[in-house]
């Protein structure tokens, strides 16, 4: 996924993640232009996923 999908479509899907996901804040879903690895870090420790398997739901938030 580019920086730019990510940064066009972020509010849909940090609303997805928290409704999924309720114990995501914020903080964890902040998201910072060519960060993206420190913030899927973040998700993967409150998660227990892998980072592929985060990117890759975030991906199919955006196909949707």
């Known amino acids: 996924m580019s ?3 990510m940064k ?4 849909q899907i ?3 993640l ?3 996901y309720g114990n995501l804040t ?3 879903l902040k998201y910072v232009e060519g960060e993206d690895d420190e913030m899927l870090g973040r998700l ?3 998660l ?3 980072k592929k ?3 890759s739901e975030i991906k199919s938030f955006l196909d949707n």
Do not use: M, R
């Not at 066009?8 to 509010?11: I, L, T, V």
């Open 18 to 20: 928290k409704k999924k």
């Open 44 to 46: 993967q420790e409150k």
């Open 3 to 5: 920086d730019l999908e």
């Open 48 to 50: 227990g996923k892998t």
């Open 53 to 55: 398997e985060i990117a």
């Open 26 to 28: 914020d903080d964890d």
């Open 8 to 11: 066009g479509n972020w509010n």
């Open 14 to 16: 940090k609303g997805k």
